[in-house]
């Protein structure tokens, strides 16, 4: 009896254990602007890269900027309706996109802060692009589907027109404390080159240290990305954020494990443990190269969501995470941590399906070898 009694103690002081909650201390915490709310809309690729961005800003020149996400939407919608229609609707068109269709738009029509251009209309107060994106899908679709017709000539008007009346008419100059600026010279202000700025992923399905289209739906635009072994993208991360290098991340948060109320995002061991590891510590599954192809290949990874990696934090018991800046808010009844959720290691090695970090952020053994 003694020996059964001590048995079972020690297993209770096992689950105890197991189900401790989780308690974080800082390792790494790089100054970002406030978490806003993408509202109703898609827009996440938007916001997050814009997010990053503002960081990269007070990094290179210490000012704290908020920058127009809709300035960015407003100017790439018109890209996805031309490659929807000039392949003839056999094409993504969507509200989605990822962190270099920023990147494309910036270097092409630069940056506006948020006075400038909110993408608000007539006193709106939250974004709700739910009408709009009804509108422009019915549109190309009359487009597209007109047997025995031309195209017509006046689509592009059309279709900047409803831009117009939904986001607003883009801005050519303005003001921003008391100096006059376009959309150009606001840019060289800033300090950024999209051009310095790299995509990095990690799939067998390319060879390493080349770059590779990358077939994911959002990829409308088929950006390129530098693919990596799954270790060196994660020491790509470590490294910038070591370095005072922001990470903007394309990632899955489809999973049961990723709960923004909660503020957490884990792969525990046993899937039993799915909702009871979202408030306290259980053991979680190591992510090989293969099983993170797997999950790829067999769709359950996908690009879902686009966020903003700010920090790095360690659990009571050593485990490392990731301050991940989400695009929903700050309502304590919704999200956790002002907004932020804590990645996990393991969650982050299986669902981040890309980061973009300025080159400067890339350990010096990768840039090497991707010739950077």
């Known amino acids: 009896m003694r020996s059964f009694l001590l048995f079972f103690g020690f297993l209770f002081t096992i689950t105890l254990t197991a189900q401790e909650a989780y308690k974080f201390t800082t390792v790494t915490d790089l100054e970002a602007t406030p978490v806003i709310s993408q509202g109703i809309t898609g827009t996440c690729w ?12 007070i990094r290179l020149t210490g000012k704290k900027i908020d920058l127009s996400e809709m300035y960015q939407v407003r100017n790439t919608y018109p890209l996805k309706a031309e490659n929807f229609i000039m392949r003839q609707g056999k094409a993504q068109f969507s509200e989605g996109g990822l962190a270099h269709d920023v990147m494309n738009s910036v270097e092409k029509n630069g940056l506006v802060p948020e006075e400038a251009f909110s993408g608000l209309i007539a006193g709106e107060t939250s974004f709700n692009h739910a009408e709009l994106v009804a509108v422009l899908e019915a549109m190309l679709k009359t487009y597209v589907d007109n047997p025995g017709r031309k195209l017509s000539k006046k689509w592009r008007n059309a279709i900047d027109g409803v831009l117009d009346a939904y986001i607003g008419k883009n801005v050519q100059n303005f003001t921003f404390e008391g100096k006059q600026y376009t959309p150009q010279t606001f840019l060289a202000m800033t300090k950024i080159q999209p051009a310095d700025y790299v995509n990095i992923t990690s799939f067998t399905q390319a060879p390493f240290y080349l770059k590779f289209i990358l077939n994911i739906p959002d990829n409308w635009s088929n950006g390129s990305f530098y693919n990596v072994p799954l270790d060196e993208m994660m020491a790509t991360i470590d ?11 394309d990632c899955d948060v489809s999973e049961r494990t990723f709960s923004s109320k909660d503020g957490v995002a884990v792969i525990p061991e046993n899937i039993e443990n799915n909702i009871k590891a979202l408030q306290g510590i259980y053991p979680e599954k190591k992510i090989t190269q293969e099983y993170r192809q797997d999950e790829f290949e067999n769709y359950e990874t996908t690009d879902d969501h686009l966020m903003h990696i700010t920090g790095m934090l360690r659990d009571q018991n050593g485990t490392k995470y990731y301050k991940v800046k989400n695009s929903w808010g700050t309502d304590e009844t919704k999200v956790a941590n002002g907004g932020y959720v804590y990645f996990s290691e393991a969650y982050m090695r299986l669902k981040a399906v890309s980061v973009t970090v300025h080159k400067g952020a890339l350990p010096k053994s990768t840039a090497n070898k991707l010739h950077l």
């Open 239 to 249: 490294n910038a954020l070591e370095k005072g290098f922001t990470i903007e991340l």
């Open 46 to 57: 938007s916001f997050s890269s814009t997010s990053f961005l503002e960081s990269e800003i």
